[in-house]
């Protein structure tokens, strides 16, 4: 007797550790993406124009990160990075590239991923969650070895092509390999009018892409939320072109803009384009606001893992193709689609902008919130970035991570336990805005620019903490660090046809 009751205890001592470690997990990872949101245009990381009462209470009952980084400087390889776990050194998709240039059969959509790329939908499908991405895909077209529904993802909806997603009012989405219909009488992401009033109503057309793609996650959601889930959601705000609704618009003083933006870099025309910006990052805000209260009517909130960050920084300025710059030789002082990163302070005095693998076009905002495990009102200084998601995110769901990843297991970081041993360097190997690399090892962040020039930069070098704004260039006092970086390049950087780049000419 006794025996069977030392059995029956040791079960439910073993049934209580069970119990006791799923509880310590999120049932649920809803990843939430904007798209050229800079790391200064938030609340809650020091924004004053632009308003984001959601996303700024999520920091309150979350952890806000100071030093997050984004795997690319633009979209495409950006997502690559994330999904897949494999830094730019041995990413397939180092560039923004249309898949026609080298598949004519494709007039849609960016150069895909291959079929037999293992991304972290898959292995979160393959545990037994529910996967469902709505936004902005850019990894391959329908129909392609880049399909989404080939890498894990159960649903997608949204803009399969970035090219696509510069309208906010488009001809169609897709839902999976349907196209779904959207406007008859599509707006382009792109225009000028040199003269003459600019008008709202001229590039506003009927049913919004936001809102129908919102209008899936929240259906999503409700859909699966008896069960563990992995929502992805790559908004397309706040990138260009400027096309909010308009109510969103007159929510902004109107004497921010005395000059209208009239498409001459890039994008289509606004007559108010400062009060359009902050609206896109608003509607952006609101996106999120939306799925928080999905997820509590569903009574899943405090079970579910949320990650807010951005894809990389505020957009460029025009007419730069080396160093972003926040001024244009246009006729105007707006940047790219006519936005103002000045106006904003959009990177927070960071150097460079979308483009740059300077701290501005890589350093990023992220906010994580799970009540059960993740400290409210916390800020934590512990550098990240895009290849560390597909292993953390393996670890906070108890699933085992793949061999062959870049990124570190940072789940007990997030948690609020500090980096024990060292943090693995950060890697980027970006051949476009005239070819850059960057490598992160500890305070040092040593760069080269201008790579695919006839004249390539010298190797630079800044401490990081106590430059965050890379003003001074300690390249002479640091031969060590350089030889550093360069073995790293060399031992990790891939060779790649499609995006290639030499980084020891």
């Known amino acids: 007797m006794r025996i069977l009751l030392t059995i029956f205890a040791f079960s439910c001592l073993n049934i209580s550790a069970v119990e006791s470690t799923e509880s310590a997990r ?38 806000r990160f100071t030093q997050h980084y984004s795997g690319a400087p633009v979209c495409a390889p950006a ?22 240039v080298s598949l004519p059969e494709f007039k849609e959509g960016q150069h895909p991923i ?22 902005k895909w850019g990894l391959g077209p329908v129909g392609s070895s880049g399909d989404p529904n080939l890498h894990g993802f159960d649903l997608f909806f949204g803009y399969n092509c970035q090219a696509e997603a510069h309208s906010y009012y488009p001809s169609h989405l897709w839902r999976n390999a349907t196209q779904v219909p959207l406007n008859k009488n599509p707006i382009p992401g792109h225009g000028t009018q040199p003269e003459g009033e600019v008008s709202i109503e001229k590039w506003t057309g009927k049913v919004h892409a936001s809102t129908v793609i919102v209008e899936e996650a929240v259906q999503f959601i409700e859909r699966n939320k008896g069960k563990p889930f992995f929502l992805y959601l790559p908004f397309t705000e706040p990138h260009a072109a400027l096309q909010p609704p308009i109510a969103a618009v007159e929510a902004y ?31 952006f805000d609101r996106h999120v606001g939306t799925v928080r209260a999905a997820l509590e009517r569903a009574g899943i909130l405090d079970d579910t893992l949320i990650i807010i960050t951005s894809d990389n920084g505020t957009t460029h300025g025009a007419f730069a193709k080396k160093e972003p710059a926040v001024t244009t030789k246009g006729t105007s002082t707006y940047g790219i689609g006519g936005v103002d990163a000045a106006f904003f302070n959009s990177v927070g005095g960071l150097r460079g902008l979308k483009g740059s693998v300077y701290e ?18 916390a800020t934590n200084h512990t550098p990240g970035y895009f290849a560390d998601w597909y292993p953390t995110l393996c670890a906070a769901s108890g ?35 005239g070819g850059q690399v960057a490598v992160r090892m500890g305070d040092i962040k040593v760069v080269r620019r201008n790579l695919q020039t006839k004249t390539p930069g010298p190797w ?40 290639p780049l030499k980084w020891d000419k």
């Open 26 to 63: 999120p049932k649920n990872i809803v990843f939430i993406l904007a798209d050229d949101l800079g790391y200064g245009e938030l609340g809650c990381y020091g924004q004053t124009k632009i308003k984001t009462p959601n996303i700024d209470r999520l920091a309150a009952e979350g952890t």
């Open 79 to 100: 997502r690559c990075v994330l999904l897949t776990g494999k830094h730019l050194g041995h990413a397939e998709i180092r560039g923004n590239r249309q898949a026609e």
């Open 114 to 135: 291959a079929r037999e790329t293992v991304t972290l939908a898959q292995t979160l499908h393959d545990a037994g969650f529910a996967t469902g991405a709505m936004g």
């Open 253 to 283: 003083p109107k004497e921010w803009d005395p000059v209208p933006y009239r498409g001459e870099n890039g994008y289509t025309p606004h007559p108010r384009p400062r009060a359009a910006y902050a609206a896109l990052v608003s509607e």
């Open 360 to 377: 501005g076009g890589l350093r990023i905002p992220l906010i994580v919130r799970w009540p059960k495990g993740v400290a409210a009102g």
């Open 399 to 433: 699933v085992a991570i793949p061999k062959g990843l870049d990124g570190q297991n940072l789940w007990s970081v997030i948690k609020g336990t500090p980096l024990t041993g060292p943090r693995l360097p950060m890697v980027w190997v970006y051949p476009e805005y």
């Open 460 to 499: 630079e070098v800044y401490a990081i903490n106590s430059d965050p704004n890379e003003t001074k260039d300690i390249a002479a006092e640091h031969a060590d660090d350089i030889a550093a970086a360069q073995k790293i390049l060399q031992e990790q950087t891939q060779a790649n046809a499609l995006f």
